[in-house]
């Protein structure tokens, strides 16, 4: 089993649409997760990190369900400049390593 | 504030020629980064330093890989003899220290073996 997995997509969705992203990850004891953005030809950027209560920014919501072990980002009224790749970042236990999904493609259609 | 810098952007070289990469980290941030993404793929991590110290190059290939980072600032990343997997995307990043400081990213240097 990976120790980060995503589903690579792409999400179509079209404009003003709410969109859910899941990534499990397999160390119960993992402690430190984030959710990056990547555009295209882009180096990633932090997005948001996940935190146990979740939490929101704006139109984005982090969710981390520790009995299932996976995190969600969740997006509402999509906008066309959410377009991207979305990656799942999670921490190797005992370690300073952080382990990147493979990312998530969202497309957002006009 | 200035990003992380990386140059070359590109750089397109023949198979068994060696090329070297260049990152500058933020101003003051002690941990820099060298990951390897392929098209597709997420970055994964090269070799990580605190300050002038490698203290995570498990997944460096040292039989052609090297870095360094002799003032604890810039580093280099050489790879001789390049190989035509290595063809990828190079990205450089750095935070202030280890742990949960957030990682910021440069634009990387893209790679391609002919």
């Known amino acids: 089993r990976k120790e980060v997995e995503q589903d690579p997509g792409p999400f179509n969705v079209p404009e003003g649409a709410t969109v859910a992203f899941n990534c499990t990850y397999s160390n119960s004891a993992s402690q430190s997760f984030f959710w990056y953005r990547q555009d295209c030809r882009k180096e990633p950027k932090l997005l948001m990190s996940?935190?146990?209560s979740g939490n929101e920014d704006g139109r984005f919501t982090a969710q981390l369900n520790r009995a299932s072990q996976y995190i969600s980002l969740l997006i509402r009224d999509s906008k066309l400049s959410d377009s991207a790749t979305y990656l799942c970042v999670v921490n190797r236990p005992g370690t300073y390593k952080y382990i990147f999904g493979t990312g998530t493609r969202l497309k957002v259609l006009a | 504030e200035a990003g992380v810098v990386q140059s070359p952007r590109y750089k397109i070289i023949e198979k068994k020629q060696p090329v070297a990469f260049w990152c500058n980290p933020i101003?003051?941030?002690?941990?820099l980064y060298w990951y390897l993404q392929n098209l597709g793929q997420g970055p994964e991590l090269l070799i990580r330093y605190e300050n002038e110290e490698a203290v995570d190059d498990s997944q460096l290939p040292k039989d052609r890989f090297s870095a360094e980072r002799l003032k604890g600032v810039d580093s280099t990343l050489k790879i001789q003899p390049a190989e035509l997997g290595d063809s990828a995307v190079y990205l450089c990043?750095?935070?202030?220290?280890?742990?949960?400081?957030?990682?910021?990213f440069g634009p990387g240097t893209r790679l391609t073996v002919l």
């Open positions: 101003s003051g941030h002690n941990t």
């Open positions: 990043a750095s935070s202030l220290s280890s742990g949960t400081d957030t990682q910021y």
């Open positions: 996940v935190y146990s």
